[in-house]
């Protein structure tokens, strides 16, 4: 028998568990520009910042203590996410779910029924969903007829996840914890469903997560997908998708803030984590959860299709 709803009034009071580099430098200035939220508590057992509300240890602590809390803000290494969504919900409050919302799919179905039996919001938030080029990539590719798509997504990870030793780890996602951004985009933007029908990924001899991989995909209709990720990439970063239609082609780069079809080149500033919250207080006013697991899954599918191959040791 599921639970009876929790009546939220705003503004949401929200905490922050796992106030690392996420944390810190988008989700907390997107509950601060929002009247629907406000930042109520910060949990992380390294926090030293003073940020102007209480600061706990664990999640345990906060709830064992009167600092009052609607709802909290998962941010943590994918790892831990189960267990603290698991006491969260136990104690009634609504949850955010960084991107990938869990380690595994397992994982994710449990919080889903824990949420639906307890009468909490569950909102697995796909950041690069609400990128600024996604909804007119979404609407320009309707209707048209699609050949072909090419994600190529290849970042330096020692520019951009410094001493973050838990990507390394097994349910640490290595690669693929920027390669699932543009899987959540590209499930969101082309119609029909995908499938994983092999590749290869290749892990560092001293990891137990991938450093690059080479994986492809087709939708349900044949049209072939192909993703090629790299943590390597010095020089110029590349997050970019590019489908080829009978309307010629469209590419959405940088991660999917810019948009470029024959008809011109689109730019709009980052508003991702703003989109974010907004979705979120509206989640839990209409008193629903949303999770879509396609992204995770594919990743899944990857790490049971895809070859290995181990390749040199990476030190930071
Ligand atoms: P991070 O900088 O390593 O921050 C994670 C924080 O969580 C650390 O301060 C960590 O503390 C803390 N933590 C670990 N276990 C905890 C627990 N049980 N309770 C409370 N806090 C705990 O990582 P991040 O870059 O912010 O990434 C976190 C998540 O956000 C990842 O899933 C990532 O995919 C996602 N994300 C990151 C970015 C980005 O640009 N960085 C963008 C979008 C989404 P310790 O260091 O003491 O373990």
Redesign the pocket.
């Known amino acids: 028998m599921p639970g009876k709803r929790a009546v939220t009034t705003p503004p949401l009071r929200i905490a922050l568990?796992?106030?690392?580099?996420?944390?810190h430098d988008q989700h907390m200035p997107a509950i601060a520009e929002n009247p629907d939220c406000t930042l109520a508590a910060v949990?992380?057992?390294?926090a030293t910042e003073d940020v102007g509300v209480p600061v706990f240890a664990?999640?345990a602590d906060l709830l064992a203590s009167d600092c009052v809390v609607d709802a909290v803000a998962i941010?943590?290494?994918?790892q831990?996410r189960r267990t603290?969504a698991q006491e969260a919900i136990a104690a009634g409050k609504h949850v955010l779910l960084?991107?990938?919302p869990c380690a595994v799919l397992s994982e994710v179905a449990t919080l889903e029924e824990m949420a639906h039996e307890s009468g909490v919001c569950l909102f697995a938030a796909w950041?690069s969903r609400f990128s600024a080029g996604v909804g007119p990539a979404k609407e320009w590719l309707a209707g048209r007829e699609i050949r072909s798509v090419a994600i190529d997504w290849r970042e330096d990870v020692r520019v951009?996840?410094p001493g973050?030793h838990?990507i390394w780890k097994a349910g640490g996602f290595g690669v693929f914890?920027p390669g699932i951004n543009a899987l959540s985009i590209a499930t969101e933007i082309l119609p029909r469903p995908l499938c994983v029908s092999g590749g290869l990924l290749q892990f560092p001899e001293n990891c137990e997560t991938p450093i690059a991989g080479s994986v492809t995909l087709e939708d349900s209709a044949g049209v072939p997908i192909s993703l090629t990720l790299n943590f390597l990439q010095t020089g110029p970063q590349t997050w970019d998708i590019t489908v080829e239609t009978d309307g010629g082609r469209l590419v959405l780069s940088e991660g999917g803030s810019v948009l470029t079809t024959p008809e011109g080149t689109h730019r709009a500033p980052d508003r991702e984590y703003a989109a974010i919250y907004a979705r979120f207080a509206e989640v839990v006013s209409a008193g629903r959860s949303e999770v879509d697991v396609a992204p995770l899954r594919l990743v899944a599918d990857a790490f049971m299709r895809c070859r290995f191959e181990r390749v040199a040791p990476f030190h930071e």
Request: charged residues 20%.
């Open positions: 568990v796992g106030f690392g580099k996420i944390a949990v992380d057992p390294s664990s999640l941010c943590t290494p994918p831990v603290l960084e991107k990938p950041h951009w996840h973050q838990w914890d």
